[in-house]
């Protein structure tokens, strides 16, 4: 496609439900990056995938966060048992090279409420 | 854990004023990059500052950064309305690789007719 593309675009999800947000990367992106976007704040990484393989996940807040990318092109963030303070927003962005100074390409994100 | 700091947090200001807004840290970037982020969407890439003392421009946008590569200013001459939004610097750590960028919490930037 031509750009990122996130799903669903608004999620209210009742505390302790599993949720799982989509993110279909440009097509031909090696580098994929999910980063979490609290209220008024900036975005910070979550985790980070070249092409299918996680190679950095040292962002996610619990073990109740979970991502894959199983064969190198949509990626899922799931989020186990939701708690409050995981309502933010998640943005997922790709980039067509394993090296961060060419920029990422961000989708619109997903806004998470848990209620 | 190295932060960027950005100043400040909130401008408003008059069509057809000049601004300049910060982003500083303690920390040595690799490279750094600019964002603007309009609600309900995601940020999109202005600019990426590689060498220090790099000067870059985009219309009526100035990008520099800093000498030693740890800091970082975004000037814009008379802003305009579209300038409207969240202006989020992201710096890279040095080493290669490509790991997750460093994001500041922004400037909220709001530029009225």
């Known amino acids: 496609g031509a750009g990122v593309s996130q799903s669903p675009r608004y999620k209210v999800a009742k505390r302790g439900q599993d949720v799982a947000l989509r993110c279909d990367p440009i097509?031909?992106?090696?580098?994929l990056f999910w980063y979490q976007q609290a209220l008024g704040q900036g975005p910070e990484f979550l985790t980070y995938?070249?092409?299918?393989?996680?190679?950095?996940k040292s962002g996610l807040p619990s073990d109740r966060f979970f991502a894959e990318r199983p064969e190198g092109s949509v990626s899922t963030l799931k989020i186990q048992r939701t708690q409050q303070e995981d309502s933010a927003v998640y943005l997922c962005?790709?980039?067509?090279?394993?090296?961060?100074?060419?920029?990422?390409?961000f989708g619109s994100g997903t806004r998470l409420t848990v209620v | 854990t190295q932060l960027l700091e950005q100043s400040p947090q909130f401008l408003s200001i008059q069509e057809g004023e000049n601004l300049t807004v910060y982003c500083n840290s303690s920390?040595?970037?690799?490279?750094l990059q600019w964002y603007r982020q309009e609600p309900g969407e995601g940020p999109v890439l202005l600019v990426t500052?590689?060498?220090?003392?790099e000067v870059k421009k985009l219309k009526r946008l100035t990008f520099q950064f800093g000498d030693a590569r740890k800091d970082s200013s975004l000037h814009i001459t008379a802003a305009q309305p579209g300038d409207t939004g969240l202006y989020l610097c992201?710096?890279?750590?040095?080493?290669?690789?490509?790991?997750?960028?460093?994001f500041g919490k922004g400037t909220h930037l709001i530029i009225q007719p």
């Open positions: 992201a710096g890279a750590t040095p080493g290669g690789g490509a790991d997750g960028l460093t």
């Open positions: 097509s031909g992106h090696v580098s």
């Open positions: 920390s040595v970037f690799s490279s």
């Open positions: 962005a790709s980039s067509l090279v394993g090296d961060r100074h060419y920029g990422y390409t």
């Open positions: 995938f070249q092409n299918e393989a996680q190679l950095d």
């Open positions: 500052v590689v060498t220090g003392g």
